[in-house]
């Protein structure tokens, strides 16, 4: 099947820094990436869609300063974290979907932890 | 995309059958009902998706009811390595629009797998 790969896989950044996450369609090319923020013992909760060549289209209560995404290619989209504070720890998955293709594929997910 | 019901935590003997069921009352007809798991700390995991007809790949088996109201997630010969969180989505299949795949998550099903 189809592999998306993310990185890193665990960060720990000092509070104020910006921290970079990298998502990549291994074997396809990715029309349209999401990504989602999951909290402990919670559900995923989707924080903005990405198409390639595009602005990304933020979910509701989701800073779009503060989360910034960049879907340059048809195989990679970043979520760049800006001036993380510890309320922003969290375990950040990126998902892919490929043209024509009726699923999505996700990532290994990113555990951050910001002290 | 329609809202879908799910008991929270289930659990099930190695070996036996496990069967995850799903409501999803308000599905409209161009709706499909898709399954993902979720094993601790990884992303989301594709499993199996139906229109209306009953499914099976090397995963699992999805049994939907005629009217199209709940189905039923079958892992035929549970391992321990099954333990996960199972979710059950429902959604619209047409393509078109930018955030065509988004997949929104419920609470889903905690399915201990035991000795």
């Known amino acids: 099947g189809a592999v998306v790969s993310q990185h890193p896989s665990r960060v720990i950044c000092k509070s104020g820094t910006s921290v970079k996450i990298e998502c990549r369609s291994l074997?396809?090319?990715?029309?349209?990436m999401f990504w989602y923020r999951q909290f402990p013992k919670q559900s995923l909760m989707l924080m903005a869609t990405s198409n390639e060549g595009s602005k990304a289209t933020y979910e509701q209560g989701v800073e779009k300063d503060k989360f910034l995404i960049n879907h340059a290619s048809l195989t990679l989209s970043t979520l760049t974290v800006t001036s993380a504070h510890p309320e922003d720890s969290s375990f950040y998955i990126c998902?892919?979907?490929?043209?024509?293709?009726?699923?999505?594929?996700f990532g290994s997910g990113t555990q951050l932890s910001v002290l | 995309d329609a809202k879908t019901t799910q008991p929270p935590s289930m659990d099930c003997a190695e070996g036996r059958a496990a069967n995850l069921p799903c409501n999803h009352s308000t599905i409209s007809g161009n709706e499909y009902v898709y399954w993902y798991r979720q094993i601790h700390s990884q992303g989301p995991q594709y499993i199996i998706h139906?229109?209306?007809n009953n499914e099976t790949n090397e995963m699992a088996s999805l049994i939907i009811t005629e009217d199209r109201k709940s189905s039923t997630l079958i892992l035929p010969h549970a391992t321990l390595r099954d333990t996960a969180v199972y979710y059950c989505?429902?959604?619209?299949?047409?393509?078109?629009?930018?955030?065509?795949?988004?997949?929104?998550f419920g609470q889903g099903t905690i399915l201990t797998v035991h000795p």
């Open positions: 998902s892919a979907r490929g043209q024509g293709i009726e699923k999505l594929f």
């Open positions: 139906g229109l209306k």
């Open positions: 074997d396809f090319q990715a029309t349209t």
């Open positions: 989505i429902v959604r619209v299949a047409s393509a078109g629009g930018t955030s065509y795949g988004k997949l929104t």
